[in-house]
């Protein structure tokens, strides 16, 4: 089947125009789209670089600071962190530094930089669970400070929810190549290791000083009312399905989408992308409270998705939903042929020695855990930032530091 | 509409605008110059026709340019000689356009290498209808050092060869100056003993544009090597203004009649241009980049500046700023002008407190919290860096501030 979903959504800049883009900085005093990087991936020096014609300069910049760095480029909702503080906005409109940061990263492929080095071995290590955004760039924080790095992964591919991000945002080909610049590093990947069913943590205890759990949110929520209906899938299952064959699946000319989040849009612009005639998302927040970014909300609207917000569901029969508004006296009734639940995701921690409490471990400390032995990091990890990929290198980057001087590193 | 008349006259000859293609690339042929002419362009300086004996022999490729930022052709470096048609084609084409174009200016610019090969070119493009001569004194290209830029810069031999050309014809005629010289003056003053009417500056610059970092050769390569030639475009316009400002400024060249050439790519700079002395104006990078028709703008933007200045004629411009332009030791000493930062128009960038610090005098202060700028008016010594750097413009000279002791009144400051 060939569809628009793997064709690139948004066009990388040219050599051109990445000069360009760059001449429009103006590069500030104090610049507010580095402070605003929960990553610290430090955007007004490796625009600077580029500006100043030191692309491979700018490419070590991004690179040092964050191990996803190409991942970043192409999904960080910049809007929200880097170009929300932008100056040039007093003028036009922001920098769009993500454009700038994937053509770096892109020169960066092209060239075959190797930016990143290992650390002087320590004698100790490290096992991680989990590899999704945060275990690998702890994997790469805990790789420079000497440990020895183990991955443990349940499913045969790494990379965690990056597997669910559609390819047209971010293809697969661009997590391989990062994933084999850690690999590179002499990190050592684990697949189809299940942790709390064939090794136990305590097991990882007695191998490593220590261990770190970063299962991420990586299971669809499901409404009572939608359990067990041979109509419904969550988006977490729906996505990764649809990467995982690169867009050769068989979809139905009439989609229900029930939410209003990133991935909510990600599955309305996959649909459409695949050619579904009829998409209609139905979401509980109203526009003036919606969680997608504006931007995805606009794309999906003139990709010709019907969006209603404002809705809760009341009734499921089947493939019949009833939504009721919340406020004002209404209700719609949508019959499709499918239904995709997009509602929120959930970690999976049994088995892990671990307790959540509204989703994260939250022990006072961050990214422990009541076992002096074994930290948190990533999405169960209580935090500031948000549960996006550019949060995840966030607690990556922090909790190698957290565990290296809870193991007497300085 | 604007409806304003941009003729001129020139060493006695009617210009319908001053705008002329300078001798080079754009004006190297009939056909060239009868387009150039049909989109308007008040004259044509006919590409340098040299001696019979001289062959021309170019490389291949001939040009580079710099670029800073995403903008091209900041400077563009040639290295064409005179040229290449031969001495027959270049008269017959001559001819041609002046019997098709009697109301535009013909030029024709003649490089000899002995006093002989001056005196006959000089005859032959006027019985050709030329209706004036420029004297190339200036190339810096050529393959031979008995012409160009080594005899520009030979005041005696300068003066030598004008005087064979004005043995050779009684047209008017203008000295095309190098700059490739500490001086002009001598040289001008040296052309006009020998009977030269006008002076044309400046011809372009001995340049290496950019060096090819892994080949380790400047550009453009011709077989492995390259060569220092000229150098022009937007970023030699500041020297070109300062050559002619300077020969209007001599004794006894107060009233020389001036074409200038050197960047002008917009009708301001021609403006500029105008305002130091010139007369007539000549153009060929931007044309090279953007073809003849950037003397549309040229032209009605000048007409419209003209409307803004209340003046019917271009003359009345001519000159107008050498009086303003004074040597350093006479500038007003007496008072400091600091900046007035209009934080409403502040985008709070940044770059003023920057600047201030790295290159001026650590006198913009940095609210950190809320990113805003402010003068420490002990500390500022009235550079104005900030405003130039600012942005968006939110900085402009201020407050006057009279320095102790002396006895200048702030009101009668022009600023």
């Known amino acids: 089947m060939d569809s628009n979903y793997k064709k690139d959504f948004e066009p990388g800049f040219s050599p051109l125009n990445v000069c360009e883009e760059a001449a429009r900085c103006l590069l500030c005093h104090d610049a507010p789209c580095s402070k605003a990087c929960p990553a610290g991936t430090n955007p007004d020096k490796f625009i600077r670089s580029v500006r100043f014609r030191n692309f491979k300069g700018a490419a070590e910049t991004i690179r040092e600071n964050n191990a996803l760095g190409s991942i970043c480029a192409r999904v960080c909702p910049t809007e929200k962190y880097c170009q929300k503080g932008c100056s040039r906005s007093g003028i036009d409109k922001p920098i769009d530094i993500g454009r700038i940061q994937r053509y770096v990263t892109d020169f960066e492929e092209a060239n075959k930089m190797k930016i990143l080095e290992a650390g002087k071995k320590n004698g100790k290590s490290v096992a991680l669970v989990g590899s999704g955004p945060a275990a690998l760039q702890a994997a790469v924080s805990f790789n420079k400070l000497g440990y020895e790095v183990h991955v443990y992964e349940k499913e045969k591919v790494l990379g965690g929810m990056l597997r669910l991000i559609p390819e047209y945002r971010l293809p697969n080909r661009v997590v391989d190549v990062e994933i084999k610049r850690i690999e590179d590093l002499g990190v050592k990947f684990h697949t189809g290791v299940e942790v709390g069913k064939k090794v136990s943590v305590e097991d990882l205890k007695k191998k490593h000083d220590a261990v770190v759990l970063a299962p991420g949110y990586s299971y669809g929520k499901m409404l009572p009312a939608f359990e067990n209906n041979k109509y419904v899938i969550s988006a977490v299952d729906f996505l990764r399905e649809v990467k995982a064959k690169g867009g050769a699946v068989k979809v139905p000319a009439n989609v229900l989408v029930v939410g209003g989040g990133d991935v909510a849009m990600d599955v309305v612009t996959t649909l459409k992308l695949l050619g579904v005639e009829h998409v209609t998302d139905v979401v509980y927040e109203q526009f003036k409270e919606f969680k997608a970014s504006k931007k995805e909300l606009e794309g999906a609207q003139k990709m010709g998705v019907t969006i209603v917000d404002g809705y809760v569901p009341s009734k499921v029969e089947g493939n019949v939903v009833t939504f009721a508004h919340r406020e004002i006296k209404a209700e719609i009734k949508v019959e499709a042929d499918l239904v995709v639940l997009a509602v929120g995701q959930y970690p999976e921690v049994k088995g892990l020695g671990i307790e959540l409490v509204k989703g994260e471990v939250n022990e006072g400390k961050p990214y422990y855990t009541k076992d002096p032995k074994v930290f948190v990091c990533g999405d169960i990890a209580h935090s500031a930032y948000d549960k996006t990929v550019v949060g995840g290198v966030r607690t990556g980057k922090e909790v190698a530091l957290y565990v290296h001087a809870a193991l007497g590193g300085k | 509409m604007v409806h304003k008349d941009l003729s001129v006259t020139f060493l006695g000859v009617?210009?319908?605008?001053?705008?002329?293609?300078?001798?080079?690339?754009?004006?190297?042929?009939?056909?060239?110059c009868k387009k150039a002419y049909e989109v308007g362009w008040g004259g044509v300086v006919f590409k340098t026709i040299g001696p019979k004996s001289y062959f021309i022999d170019e490389v291949s490729p001939r040009f580079d340019k710099l670029n800073k930022e995403s903008t091209p052709f900041v400077g563009f470096k040639n290295m064409e000689q005179i040229a290449e048609h031969s001495l027959e084609e270049n008269l017959r084409d001559l001819r041609k356009l002046k019997k098709e174009f009697p109301n535009q200016v013909l030029i024709a610019s003649i490089m000899g290498n002995d006093e002989k090969t001056w005196e006959d070119l000089a005859r032959m493009v006027e019985e050709a209808g030329a209706d004036m001569i420029e004297m190339n004194l200036s190339c810096p290209q050529m393959t031979s050092h008995a012409m160009g830029s080594d005899v520009g810069t030979?005041?005696?031999?300068?003066?030598?060869?004008?005087?064979?050309?004005?043995?050779?014809?009684?047209?008017?005629?203008?000295?095309?100056?190098?700059?490739?010289?500490?001086?002009?003056?001598?040289?001008?003053?040296?052309?006009?003993?020998?009977?030269?009417?006008?002076?044309?500056?400046?011809?372009?610059?001995?340049?290496?544009?950019?060096?090819?970092?892994?080949?380790?050769?400047?550009?453009?390569?011709?077989?492995?090597?390259?060569?220092?030639?000229?150098?022009?475009?937007?970023?030699?316009?500041?020297?070109?203004?300062?050559?002619?400002?300077?020969?209007?400024?001599?004794?006894?060249?107060?009233?020389?009649?001036?074409?200038?050439?050197?960047?002008?790519?917009?009708?301001?700079?021609?403006?500029?241009?105008?305002?130091?002395?010139?007369?007539?104006?000549?153009?060929?990078?931007?044309?090279?980049?953007?073809?003849?028709?950037?003397?549309?703008?040229?032209?009605?933007?000048?007409?419209?500046?003209?409307?803004?200045?209340?003046?019917?004629?271009?003359?009345?411009?001519?000159?107008?700023?050498?009086?303003?332009?004074?040597?350093?030791?006479?500038?007003?000493?007496?008072?400091?002008?600091?900046?007035?930062?209009?934080?409403?128009?502040?985008?709070?960038?940044?770059?003023?407190?920057?600047?201030?610090?790295?290159?001026?005098?650590?006198?913009?202060?940095?609210?950190?919290?809320?990113?805003?700028?402010?003068?420490?008016?002990?500390?500022?010594?009235?550079?104005?860096?900030?405003?130039?750097?600012?942005?968006?413009?939110?900085?402009?000279?201020?407050?006057?501030?009279?320095?102790?002791?002396?006895?200048?009144?702030?009101?009668?400051?022009?600023?």
């Not at chain 2, 009617?14 to 060239?32: H, I, Q």
């Not at chain 2, 409307?307 to 007496?334: C, F, M, T, W, Y």
């Not at chain 2, 985008?347 to 407190?353: A, L, P, Q, V």
């Open chain 2, 14 to 32: 009617k210009f319908p605008n001053p705008f002329c293609l300078s001798s080079s690339p754009v004006g190297n042929c009939y056909d060239m």
């Open chain 2, 154 to 415: 030979n005041a005696e031999l300068c003066k030598k060869y004008c005087q064979a050309v004005k043995r050779g014809s009684k047209l008017p005629m203008m000295a095309k100056m190098t700059p490739n010289i500490t001086d002009m003056v001598p040289v001008a003053k040296a052309c006009l003993e020998g009977g030269a009417d006008g002076i044309a500056a400046i011809n372009t610059i001995k340049s290496i544009c950019n060096i090819d970092l892994d080949k380790k050769v400047g550009l453009p390569i011709v077989d492995g090597k390259s060569a220092i030639s000229g150098y022009s475009g937007k970023a030699v316009k500041p020297v070109a203004l300062r050559f002619i400002q300077q020969m209007r400024q001599a004794e006894g060249l107060e009233n020389l009649e001036i074409s200038g050439i050197g960047g002008i790519e917009t009708w301001e700079d021609a403006a500029e241009f105008i305002l130091v002395g010139a007369t007539t104006l000549q153009v060929t990078t931007a044309i090279m980049q953007y073809g003849y028709r950037v003397v549309e703008d040229m032209k009605n933007g000048l007409e419209h500046y003209m409307v803004e200045q209340g003046v019917d004629s271009l003359h009345e411009l001519v000159g107008k700023a050498n009086k303003n332009i004074i040597p350093a030791e006479n500038l007003n000493r007496d008072y400091i002008v600091r900046p007035n930062i209009d934080l409403d128009k502040c985008i709070k960038c940044g770059r003023c407190y920057i600047s201030c610090y790295d290159g001026g005098h650590q006198a913009i202060e940095w609210n950190a919290e809320k990113r805003e700028p402010s003068c420490n008016t002990d500390k500022c010594v009235g550079c104005l860096l900030c405003g130039h750097v600012c942005p968006v413009g939110a900085i402009t000279p201020g407050k006057i501030t009279i320095k102790p002791g002396r006895k200048c009144k702030v009101e009668d400051i022009k600023l």
